[in-house]
């Protein structure tokens, strides 16, 4: 089973990340003392499309492992019955980039109040990257022939655990054949060791965690990973089954072989299954500027704008709207730049400022009409709380998007 226990190379971890991204994050506090986590350290990356690597998120729980990239392999198992190096991935299959939002499941989870415990992110576990890499449709095609509709591929990090569990992670297949990608690049550079090297499974649109790292094993099954499904030892479902669930406090979710739906928001309305699954994102902005930390001076015109970014996952972003009075008045903002699927979307707004102190917030909406909501419910509100325009606080801290908690207060003086 998987634990929280301390570990001690963390520590030299974080320093060494710290000082490769050269103050583009900081550290995010987690209180198990176990993961390796940085974000963002400026609300300014928020006020453009494309995330430096320097200035991307990074999060795991186990040692980065000691990669070789000359004898690294990727095994495909489970009927599939093939192992590929990366010099194989790259000379046998065409090679492609995607725009991707990689946003952490436990983005938000500081925000909850009670706390939850672990890693205490704000808003600053979420970036925009280029990954370059081959397609899984490739690498999967014509194998296996009789794969049902419904099939699983199921994801292993080589990342060493020091307890007994193994980090794999479960998607259908459809999605793995429709998007998915083997990444070994980031950004136009080889992906960085914090970061995968020297390969990493992108899922675009979804949550980081099934962006599984250093991946070793791609196994094709009937269901999603559950304990004894791996020809290794080992706990093999906790990733999958136990954490990145959604459910109040004091709640042992029970293990599920499948899912009808993969849409976290869909889960989390029909209450089916009873505590969702953290797969694709939902619907979120953040103002990336102002970015609250120096008084602002009105311009002579008197408009000052203000950008951001929005992102919904598999679906589209179909509105935004701003507000400088902390949520009591709206207004539409414009969506600009490049539009991706699977990536956010800039969005700007001219807002005729007077002199004061103001509060800034966002709510984005997405193309199936669903919007950020408010803010985080009290614990024991749980399913009623989206009809209340509020997230439903989740003991875990996962998929929150509420619009106060990521509000900034800026003071404008005149010019």
């Given at each position: 089973?998987?634990?929280?226990?301390?570990?001690?190379?963390?520590?030299?971890?974080?320093?060494?990340?710290?000082?490769?991204?050269?103050?583009?994050?900081?550290?995010?506090?987690?209180?198990?003392?176990?993961?390796?986590?940085?974000?963002?350290?400026?609300?300014?990356?928020y006020a453009?499309?494309?995330?430096?690597?320097?200035?991307?998120?990074?999060?795991?729980?186990?040692?980065?492992?000691?990669?070789?990239?000359?004898?690294?392999?990727?095994?495909?198992?489970?009927?599939?019955?093939?192992?590929?190096?990366?010099?194989?991935?790259?000379?046998?299959?065409?090679?492609?980039?995607?725009?991707?939002?990689?946003?952490?499941?436990?983005?938000?989870?500081?925000?909850?109040?009670?706390?939850?415990?672990?890693?205490?992110?704000?808003?600053?576990?979420?970036?925009?990257?280029?990954?370059?890499?081959?397609?899984?449709?490739?690498?999967?095609?014509?194998?296996?022939?009789?794969?049902?509709?419904?099939?699983?591929?199921?994801?292993?990090?080589?990342?060493?655990?020091?307890?007994?569990?193994?980090?794999?992670?479960?998607?259908?297949?459809?999605?793995?054949?429709?998007?998915?990608?083997?990444?070994?690049?980031?950004?136009?550079?080889?992906?960085?060791?914090?970061?995968?090297?020297?390969?990493?499974?992108?899922?675009?649109?979804?949550?980081?965690?099934?962006?599984?790292?250093?991946?070793?094993?791609?196994?094709?099954?009937?269901?999603?990973?559950?304990?004894?499904?791996?020809?290794?030892?080992?706990?093999?479902?906790?990733?999958?089954?136990?954490?990145?669930?959604?459910?109040?406090?004091?709640?042992?979710?029970?293990?599920?072989?499948?899912?009808?739906?993969?849409?976290?928001?869909?889960?989390?309305e029909a209450?089916?299954?009873?505590?969702?699954?953290?797969?694709?994102?939902?619907?979120?902005?953040?103002?990336?500027?102002?970015?609250?930390?120096?008084?602002?001076?009105?311009?002579?015109?008197?408009?000052?704008?203000?950008?951001?970014?929005?992102?919904?996952?598999?679906?589209?972003?179909?509105?935004?709207?701003?507000?400088?009075?902390?949520?009591?008045?709206?207004?539409?903002?414009?969506?600009?730049?490049?539009?991706?699927?699977?990536?956010?979307?800039?969005?700007?707004?001219?807002?005729?400022?007077?002199?004061?102190?103001?509060?800034?917030?966002?709510?984005?909406?997405?193309?199936?009409?669903?919007?950020?909501p408010m803010?985080?419910?009290?614990?024991?509100?749980?399913?009623?709380?989206?009809?209340?325009?509020?997230?439903?606080?989740?003991?875990?801290?996962?998929?929150?998007?509420?619009?106060?908690?990521?509000?900034?207060?800026?003071?404008?003086?005149?010019?």
């Open positions: 089973m998987a634990t929280e226990q301390p570990r001690e190379s963390r520590r030299d971890e974080i320093d060494a990340i710290l000082e490769r991204k050269d103050g583009g994050v900081r550290e995010t506090r987690d209180e198990a003392d176990k993961y390796t986590v940085v974000g963002a350290a400026d609300r300014r990356t453009n499309w494309l995330t430096p690597v320097e200035e991307h998120f990074v999060c795991h729980r186990n040692d980065i492992p000691d990669a070789d990239a000359d004898s690294w392999t990727v095994s495909l198992t489970g009927g599939l019955d093939d192992e590929y190096s990366l010099s194989d991935l790259n000379d046998e299959f065409p090679t492609v980039a995607v725009a991707h939002t990689m946003e952490c499941a436990g983005n938000g989870r500081g925000q909850h109040r009670p706390e939850t415990g672990s890693v205490q992110w704000g808003f600053e576990a979420a970036g925009t990257a280029v990954w370059t890499g081959t397609p899984l449709s490739s690498v999967l095609r014509g194998r296996p022939d009789d794969a049902d509709d419904d099939a699983w591929l199921t994801a292993v990090g080589g990342d060493p655990s020091d307890g007994d569990d193994v980090f794999a992670r479960s998607i259908p297949l459809s999605k793995a054949l429709e998007d998915c990608i083997l990444a070994t690049e980031m950004n136009g550079r080889p992906l960085p060791r914090e970061h995968g090297f020297p390969v990493r499974l992108i899922v675009p649109g979804w949550y980081g965690v099934n962006c599984v790292k250093w991946v070793e094993e791609l196994r094709l099954m009937d269901t999603m990973v559950v304990d004894g499904s791996l020809d290794r030892p080992g706990d093999h479902a906790y990733w999958q089954q136990e954490a990145y669930r959604m459910h109040p406090a004091g709640v042992d979710p029970e293990p599920n072989e499948t899912v009808e739906t993969v849409d976290t928001w869909a889960q989390l209450g089916e299954p009873d505590h969702p699954y953290t797969f694709d994102q939902t619907v979120m902005s953040v103002i990336g500027s102002p970015d609250g930390e120096s008084t602002v001076s009105v311009p002579e015109d008197g408009t000052i704008e203000l950008t951001g970014v929005a992102w919904a996952g598999d679906d589209g972003v179909e509105r935004v709207e701003v507000s400088t009075d902390g949520g009591d008045a709206w207004a539409d903002a414009e969506l600009f730049g490049p539009d991706y699927a699977g990536a956010w979307r800039l969005f700007r707004y001219d807002w005729d400022a007077r002199p004061g102190t103001h509060v800034l917030c966002s709510r984005a909406t997405d193309d199936r009409g669903r919007r950020q803010r985080i419910s009290d614990p024991d509100a749980w399913r009623d709380a989206l009809e209340a325009d509020e997230f439903p606080w989740n003991e875990g801290g996962y998929a929150a998007n509420a619009v106060l908690p990521n509000a900034v207060e800026i003071d404008v003086e005149s010019a």
